[in-house]
Nanobody
């Protein structure tokens, strides 16, 4: 059974930092595509960052230079370091995994439960 369990969300002032973690179990993800998505109330799910099967990374324009995606294959853990947070970053954040290289498209088969990030204005 594949499980993706996220942690690390919360509320932080504008300009602050948070790091999200996603532990993956029941799945060989070391060579597959993994990503982070977010969804604000009333909005669609938006791709934030992804690591594809060749190790290449993709970022949404809105987070380039502020967010960094990484993974530790030995710990089966995916990370999203978020710096210089803005109120518009407020959303529910989800990690995702798939054997196919979906990049920033929300077509992934496996999803975490979501973790709220709030940046008050």
């Amino acid at each position: 059974q594949v499980q993706l369990v996220e942690s690390g969300g919360g509320s932080v002032q504008a300009g602050g930092s948070l790091r999200l973690s996603c532990v993956v179990s029941g799945y060989k993800y070391s060579t597959d595509c993994v990503g982070w998505f977010r969804q604000a109330p009333g909005e669609g799910r938006e791709g934030v960052a992804a690591i594809e099967s060749d190790g290449g990374t993709r970022y949404a324009e809105s987070v380039k230079g502020r967010f960094t995606i990484s993974k530790d294959n030995a710990k089966n853990t995916l990370y999203l370091q978020m710096n210089s947070l803005k109120p518009e970053d407020t959303a529910m954040y989800y990690c995702a995994a798939d054997v196919r290289d979906y990049g920033l498209s929300p077509m992934y088969d496996y999803w975490g439960q979501g973790n709220q990030v709030t940046v008050p204005s």
